[in-house]
């Protein structure tokens, strides 16, 4: 089945504790992205990835890292966790950067930093 | 600066009732509007690509159409299984990134 897999579905931490959500695909996408989801504010980009070795900023990059070793993978690293970054994480695929076929979401990582 | 809108907030509609929803958008330069189903608790799952003005595309119940200010996601004779938050997202011309809106969240009562 195709699919991007994120994990951990949910995590607790306290401020400070470096953590990485991990996101793995199966569809062989050049194209792979991070966002973050806020009660009325939608969706948010943090950063993506045009290819093995490329990545970029995307609107809110602060506080975070990628990195993108693997075409299959593309963690999201938080050196330094803050309340702020409490929110729920998704991560994404598509064959194109244009994502004219569509995206394809992760079931999403709901972080807690207390 | 680059907006997308997205209206109303919330929809209650009982089976069978008709309705559209509205995403307004304020860009740059449009490459593509997309449209994307949300279920609690996933990934938001896509829909529809549109890539110019009067274009329309069509699934099962649900229809969206494109001007230049505005789509609409036109949803017909709904079924509570279409009960979901509908999220739409513009892909902007100068680069790779999408803007999306806040959401529609439609509920269809039985």
């Known amino acids: 089945e195709a699919q991007v897999t994120q994990n951990p579905r949910y995590l607790i931490t306290v401020t400070g504790k470096k953590l990485t959500v991990t996101c793995s695909q199966n569809?062989?996408?050049?194209?792979m992205s991070w966002y973050r989801q806020d009660p009325g504010l939608g969706l948010r980009q943090i950063y993506y990835s045009m290819n093995v070795e490329v990545t970029d900023k995307g609107d809110v990059p602060e506080g975070y890292k990628v990195s993108r070793k693997e075409k299959r993978n593309f963690p999201l690293i938080l050196e330094s966790p803050s309340p702020n970054q409490t929110s729920l994480y998704f991560c994404?695929?598509?064959?194109?950067?244009?994502?004219?076929?569509?995206?394809?979401f992760g079931s999403g990582t709901r972080l807690t930093v207390v | 600066e680059d907006q997308v809108t997205q209206s109303p907030e919330a929809l209650r509609l009982q089976e069978g009732e008709s309705s559209s929803l509205n995403c307004s958008y304020t860009v740059s330069g449009l490459r593509g509007l997309f449209w994307y189903r949300q279920d609690p608790g996933k990934g938001p799952e896509f829909l529809f690509t549109l890539y110019s003005a009067g274009e329309e595309k069509e699934k099962e119940r649900l229809k969206a159409t494109l001007t230049k200010k505005e789509s609409f996601l036109h949803i017909t004779a709904p079924k509570p299984e279409d009960s979901a938050t509908y999220l739409c997202a513009v892909h902007l011309a100068s680069n790779y990134q999408l803007i999306w809106g806040a959401g529609t969240k439609l509920i269809i009562k039985p």
């Open positions: 569809m062989n996408h050049e194209y």
């Open positions: 994404a695929s598509s064959s194109s950067p244009r994502g004219g076929d569509g995206y394809t």
